[in-house]
């Protein structure tokens, strides 16, 4: 995890032996009867509470993590956003398949929404078999719920927007979500 919760009050408390606890120099000052009064020097009274002016780095990377994240997420959300407004523009449902469109906007067969999901095909034209075959590896992804892992997925890429192995882990993740699609859609096919 790049930041730490920080709790109030730790979760177990183990006290130390009193042998163990050293006096600090403050309880020491206060137990010497030679000490001068802390109250009596407004110099050393004020030392403890000044602000330093400077941020601990930390807070500061505290701060780029979050904004990468942010970033990341915003950048993805934006992309996704416009890429759906262009398709739902220019889809045009398809003939006899319910929740199946066809758009200019689309390269190739993609499933698209949460919680209204829908299969946009390209305009180019499919043969018969190949269109029953595309339909039913899009519905696996459907079925299999692809499109929420993806969004999770891209949560992990967001926390861990640094890390390029998670980017990678992403993309081979995807991969193989399109692996499992294709072999849910072949279960219960004959060889050809």
């Given amino acids: 995890c790049p930041v730490l919760p920080e709790l109030p009050q730790a979760p177990v408390q183990v006290p130390l032996p009193a042998v163990l606890v050293a006096p600090t120099t ?10 001068p009064d802390a109250a009596a020097d407004p110099a050393a009274a004020g030392q403890g509470n000044a602000p330093t002016g400077s941020l601990a780095p930390l807070t500061v990377l505290t701060a780029v993590w979050a904004a990468g994240g942010a970033a990341l ?18 889809a045009v449902p398809l003939d006899g398949e319910p929740g199946v469109y066809v758009s200019p906007a689309v390269p190739s067969p993609v499933s698209l929404g ?25 519905r696996a992804h459907l079925r299999r719920g692809d499109l929420w ?23 081979a993740a995807a991969g193989d979500m399109e692996l499992a699609s294709d072999d849910l859609a072949l279960r219960g096919a004959d060889r050809a």
């Fill in 73 to 90: 997420l915003a950048w993805e959300l934006g992309r996704y956003a416009r890429f759906r407004r262009l398709v739902r523009r220019t």
């Fill in 149 to 171: 892992t993806k969004r999770l997925l891209l949560l992990a890429r967001a926390v861990h927007w640094y890390d390029p192995l998670v980017h990678w882990m992403a993309r």
């Fill in 114 to 138: 949460l919680l209204r999901p829908m299969i946009v095909l390209p305009t180019a034209a499919l043969d018969p078999a190949a269109l029953e075959d595309v339909l039913r590896h899009e």
């Fill in 26 to 35: 403050a309880d020491s000052a206060a137990d010497t009867p030679d000490a």
